[in-house]
């Protein structure tokens, strides 16, 4: 089974705060995602990873940044939490050449 | 403007008593469509991906079907354990691969 970890389920931190969350995928896919959602709005990606290194902005890119200098993990970090970026992250993996993608248990962020 | 709609945006059902949850798309070209399910607090577990119209996909008492404007998600029989929010997505052939198009989802819940 693709197993997709993600670092924490819960997350409380404050406005201005510098936030790492963490993505780990065991099954070697070359593809990596990260998603906000949002009551109402659906899945909404903010980067994508084709490899290592390599990174392409999503629909909503700003305020957010990206580091893939592993295959297997995939970390979104949070400059300056504002409040408007409380939300569910998801990430998420596939192989190249699937389109299929296997998501992680989420990460609750609370910024107050 | 490329969309997906899910209907109905709620539904409860009587344990045993079958229904059908919709996905209407708008897209320039159709890669692939995928049905997913939501645990309350989780991230989305993968279904199915249909590929073109006329395809159908089982699995359990879901099964999946695929027109040229929409797909719909059967449910035969339902049980309590089959609460959960289905989530569609579409990934338009006009796009990026790793661009896919959520609908907003569609909660279940079937009552004992």
């Known amino acids: 089974d693709v197993k997709v970890t993600q670092s924490s389920r819960y997350l409380v931190k404050r406005t201005g705060e510098k936030v790492f969350l963490e993505c780990v995928q065991d099954m070697d896919h070359e593809n990596m995602f990260w998603y906000r959602q949002d009551p109402g709005l659906g899945l909404r990606l903010i980067y994508f990873?084709?490899?290592?290194?390599?990174?392409e902005k999503g629909d909503i890119p700003e305020g957010y940044s990206v580091s893939r200098e592993k295959k297997e993990r995939f970390s979104l970090i949070l400059e300056s939490a504002s409040t408007n970026q409380t939300s569910m992250y998801l990430c998420a993996s596939r192989y190249i050449r699937d389109y299929e993608q296997y998501f992680g248990p989420g990460t609750r962020l609370t910024v107050t | 403007e490329d969309q997906v709609t899910q209907s109905p945006e709620a539904l409860r059902l009587q344990e045993g008593e079958s229904s059908s949850l919709n996905c209407s798309y708008t897209?320039?070209?159709?890669?692939?469509l995928f049905w997913y399910r939501q645990d309350p607090g989780k991230g989305p577990e993968f279904l199915f991906t249909?590929?073109?119209a006329g395809e159908e996909k089982e699995k359990e008492r879901l099964k999946a079907t695929l027109t040229k404007k929409e797909s719909f998600l059967h449910i035969t029989a339902p049980k309590p354990e089959d609460s959960a929010t289905y989530l569609c997505?579409?990934?338009?052939?006009?796009?990026?691969?790793?661009?896919?198009?959520f609908g907003t989802g569609t909660r279940l819940k079937v009552l004992a």
């Open positions: 990873s084709y490899d290592v290194k390599m990174k």
């Open positions: 249909l590929y073109s």
């Open positions: 997505a579409v990934q338009p052939s006009t796009s990026g691969t790793y661009k896919y198009i």
């Open positions: 897209v320039s070209g159709l890669r692939g």
